[in-house]
């Protein structure tokens, strides 16, 4: 055998070998995999079950406005079909995503309050597969006020992931952090023997302890005055910009949050992340800019860590994304919006409340800024910024409509966004159009129509920070 047909096949072993290494070590990344979900109705309970490809810890708890189940595990892989939901059921809907690295989450969406009965694991028997079996009750509002706040089961992550957990208040441990793996199923002792159709067994309880507040912090405006903040949850290494402006790009929704639901079938918090990575890819191309996207896959990400992100990069811009949605299938076009104490409309300010609940829909309700923003919000330096995100959302205005992209009748609008309230960095958040109509929803969902949004957006930006530096000449 010749050396170049020796050499060949031992390049071609070491690449398969490669191969097969890599799909085995993504298999084993994502080893957890939810394959169905059944509901049954039975006289004192609602019980669903999930059949999972392993054992695996798990933890469940109920949120109230919206009343929610909650189920979180290591980070799964969802094959269920069709779930069959009885009628009677107190279950709306059944949804479910990434929640942080190497969480997932599933959200039990409901009619009613509802408080859980018991939450435990069956292993395989029988010719069934390995089970997560949650048994929970309809309740009055009176009844889930009492008894709410209470955590099934356990969740072990990583402490940094820990440390950013989004979740619950609930404390949680490190599996993985000494080895530098990525957080997976840990199988579990084995249960007492259990039948899936069996009465629960004593209810296993615990109660979280409350939440710690993040550390109060003062920052100090570019006039000097004294601003209230929250310390960002991991402050990002000064960057070195060589002359280049740097922008947030922040594609909304992710994760357990899918946002809205195109006319289509598709997902706003896809087109998004399409959009900002394609935005980004333009921007940085004309090399006049540096591009941060707030989350580059599809995760979950609260609100306040999207304006954290930005002021730890010191943004000069920042960028938030989406898409909407409304009863009126019929109504299409894009919008800006920019932070005001009062919305412009009452079509803005219902649309500033939804996005506003983003944050709830993973368990996390954060009203408790209101009364930090109220406050940035009189501030001199605050109107600064404010006042420089009108003139950036007029200019994009400008630019979208003289390229031909449908846009409303009033494109510049105003309301009170959580995502907007950076004190420092001039902020507009985008609706590229609405998801509930048809065409624009396949519009949106097309590389084209996107990027000429993207033409039309870089066209503003170079245009406002040119009026920018003309005023700063003067």
Known sequence: M????????????????????????SAQAMALTVRDVRIGMHPDKTRMVFELSEMSQFRAFVLADPWRLVIDMPEFSWQAGRISNPVQS?????????????????????KAPVLINDAFLLRA???????????????????????????????????????????????????????????????????SPRRENAAPAQVRQQAPPAPQPAPEIQQVSAAGIALPGRKPVAA???????????????????????????????????????????????????????????????????????????RAADADLFISLHADSIGKSNVRGASIYTLSEKASDEQTAKLAD???????????????????????????AMRDTMNQSKFFANTLVDNLGDDGIKILE????????????????????????????????????????????????????????EKVDRNNRI
Request: proline residues 6%.
């Open 354 to 380: 939804r996005e506003n609940k983003a944050d709830i829909i993973a368990g996390t309700d954060l009203s408790h800024e209101d009364e930090q923003v109220a406050n940035i919000l009189i501030d001199l």
């Open 236 to 310: 990002a290494p000064p960057v070195t910009r060589k002359g280049k402006r740097l922008i947030v790009i922040d594609p909304g929704h992710g994760g357990v949050d899918p946002g809205a639901i195109g006319a289509n079938g598709v997902f706003e918090k896809h087109v998004t992340l399409s959009m900002g990575k394609e935005l980004k890819d333009l921007l940085e191309r004309t090399g006049r800019y540096e591009v941060k996207l707030t989350r580059g896959k599809d995760k979950y990400l609260r609100l306040y860590q999207r304006v954290q992100i930005a």
């Open 90 to 110: 107190a279950v709306s809907t059944v949804r479910q995503g990434p929640l942080q690295d190497g969480i997932s989450r599933i959200v039990v969406d409901l």
């Open 125 to 191: 028997n029988d010719g069934r597969p390995n089970r997560l079996v949650v048994d929970f009750k309809k309740v009055s509002a009176a009844e889930f006020e009492k008894s709410k706040g209470k955590t099934f089961g356990i969740l072990k992550v990583d402490d940094d992931h820990a440390a950013q957990s989004a979740v619950t208040s609930k404390p949680v441990t490190t599996t993985a952090a000494a080895t530098g793996t990525t957080p997976r199923a840990v199988p579990l002792p084995p249960p």
């Open 410 to 465: 009033k494109p510049h609008r105003y309301a009170g966004f959580a995502v907007l309230k950076a004190p420092d960095i001039p902020s507009v958040l985008i609706e590229m159009g609405f998801m509930s109509n048809k065409s624009e929803a396949q519009m949106l969902s097309s590389p084209d129509y996107r990027q000429k949004i993207a033409r039309a957006l870089v066209a503003g930006i170079d245009a406002y920070f």
């Open 2 to 25: 010749s050396n170049r047909v020796t050499a060949f096949i031992r390049h071609s072993l070491c690449a398969l070998i490669v191969l097969l290494g890599l799909g085995w070590a």
